[in-house]
């Protein structure tokens, strides 16, 4: 018996009213998402993508369909479940060991300090815990974000393009850094991106979509153990798989 | 570099402050004006004020009434602004008033305050109270309105009720403008508290000012009170700016580094 999904999406659609009319972003989306899976959405700039997350997340209501999660309807945010932001949403005013602890304020202040001293040292920030997000390098509050989510226990974690404005070499850093993390704590993860060697690199699956109005137009199995080695014959193939799907030639 | 920085800091300042002193010492002299005191001049007013035992007491009596006056501003003008900042409803209701009662100087409400309070320490603080709110007020809900939506929904989504959302975000996200609008109604209360002294009151350096004149034509005493306030101004901003470098709200006033 297979068990059932951790994120069903049902025929999801989505529209934001404009003067006099209308704009379809998403259209008619089913999607199963099983539990621990690592998921990637790839699609271009502005395909409604980032729109799908935050809907799934509980932060925008869908105009048709459902999104479920463990079985029951999304109805807002949920600590269970959380979102890490494209642009770097870490708090500016609270050290490393603050932003860390923002979400654990019912925990009594032993287990806070513990989880704390625990999750700083998963993202490899150790060292910093009373630094301020401005004296870190991009890549540090990006983990500095993670690890704020983290820290809660969720069991599924939306990322939007997380590494997006990380410089390329950092970029790899933080992927591989994010497998490691995952090894350690088995979460549901959705991950939306446009890169496709990035979602080669990272995903159990890869669901492609198309220009506004998404729609899903296939999804591809990554049947590649971690690691996974960037020049084998069989990741090229993946990854021009997906060039032609989103419809670029791989030529420069 | 520490010594270059040193110099630009203290040293030029300081030399244009001697070279503006000397420039005006010449000036009085060659001209023989009668119309401005010489430095000197003003220099001896100072130690007679200090001699009279008035000097510290009317810097004391001019800092008391803007501290009365400004923390009260501050105690409500920023519980209000935040509210106006967080909901749009009672911004649009209150917003007409505020932006209407703004430009009013705190000069013009003289008269009523004389006529409310009397010639007392309460209409002087009454109208420092005016001049700093309106600022404290705008500022805060500024402040509050341009926190970005990406730590809100962060906060929503760890679960942050209202107020703590409040408490924990908005506030914090808002700080730096808030301390910013703290800073300017802080200059105007000590522009405010002058003018003031100079009709609701009779003491203070805006009386000293007014009653130098007045009682005996005494510019040297005039300029000298005015040379304190200036100095005393520069030294309440100074004050201002370091909470500004706080590490809670230092990221506020940096340019945006990656």
Redesign the interface.
């Known amino acids: 018996m297979t068990p059932p999904p951790k994120v069903s999406i049902r025929d999801l659609s989505m529209r934001f009213p404009t003067d006099g009319s209308h704009i379809e972003v998403l259209s008619s989306i089913d999607l199963e998402v099983k539990d621990g899976e690592l998921v990637c959405i790839l699609g271009p700039s502005g395909c409604g993508k980032s729109t799908l997350l935050n809907v799934v997340?509980g932060?925008l209501k869908a105009t048709g369909g459902a999104v479920l999660i463990d079985g029951r309807e999304v109805a807002g945010?949920?600590?269970r479940?959380?979102?890490v932001?494209q642009?770097r949403?870490v708090?500016?005013?609270?050290t490393v060991e603050g932003n860390v602890g923002?979400?654990l304020?019912r925990l009594a202040a032993g287990e806070r300090a513990e989880r704390i001293a625990h999750y700083v040292k998963l993202v490899g920030l150790s060292g910093f815990e009373n630094a301020?997000?401005?004296e870190l390098?991009?890549g540090m509050k990006q983990r500095l974000e993670v690890a704020r989510a983290l820290a809660?226990n969720p069991d599924v974690l939306f990322l939007d393009e997380p590494f997006g404005?990380l410089d390329s070499i950092t970029r790899l850093v933080m992927r591989s850094e994010l497998l490691r993390i995952r090894r350690a704590e088995k979460k549901t993860i959705l991950f939306v991106t446009h890169d496709i060697d990035e979602s080669v690199q990272l995903a159990d699956r890869v669901v492609v979509m198309s220009t506004r109005p998404a729609t899903i137009r296939r999804i591809v199995d990554i049947d590649m153990p971690h690691p996974r080695d960037l020049s084998a014959p069989r990741y090229i193939e993946l990854r021009d798989m997906l060039f032609e799907e989103i419809g670029l030639a791989h030529k420069i | 570099m520490r010594t270059r920085s040193d110099v630009e800091r203290f040293l030029l300042p300081l030399g244009t402050a001697a070279l503006a002193i000397v420039v005006w010492s010449l000036a009085v002299r060659l001209t023989h004006t009668t119309v401005l005191p010489s430095p000197l001049k003003v220099a001896s007013a100072l130690r007679e004020l200090a001699g009279r035992g008035v000097l510290w007491r009317y810097v004391g009596d001019s800092l008391r009434r803007v501290a009365t006056g400004y923390s009260l501003a501050l105690v409500l003008g920023v519980p209000a602004g935040l509210a106006l900042g967080w909901n749009p409803a009672l911004a649009s209701a209150f917003n007409p008033v505020i932006q209407m009662a703004r430009p009013i100087s705190p000069l013009a409400w003289m008269p009523l305050a004389i006529l409310w309070f009397g010639v007392s320490e309460a209409a002087p603080g009454f109208l420092i109270f005016l001049g700093a709110f309106f600022p404290i007020v705008v500022a805060s809900m500024n402040g509050v309105r341009s926190v970005p939506a990406?730590?809100l929904?962060?906060g929503?989504?760890?679960?942050?009720s209202t107020p703590?959302l409040l408490a924990?975000?908005v506030f914090?996200?808002a700080?730096p403008q808030i301390l910013v609008g703290l800073r300017i109604a802080l200059g105007i209360a000590w522009l405010v508290v002058v003018a003031a002294e100079m009709i609701a009151v009779d003491s203070g350096l805006g009386y000293l000012i007014i009653d130098s004149r007045n009682a005996g034509k005494r510019y040297d005493l005039v300029v000298a009170g005015m040379l304190l306030i200036g100095a005393i101004g520069l030294v309440l901003d100074l004050f201002a700016r370091r909470l500004e470098r706080l590490?809670?709200?230092?990221?506020?006033f940096?340019g945006e580094?990656?």
């Open positions: 997340g932060f945010p949920d600590p479940r959380i979102f932001f642009e949403g708090f500016p005013w609270l923002f979400g304020f301020y997000p401005q390098s991009g809660v404005a | 990406m730590y929904q962060a929503r989504n760890f679960g942050l703590r924990r975000v914090p996200a700080l590490r809670t709200v230092r990221w506020g940096q580094t990656a």
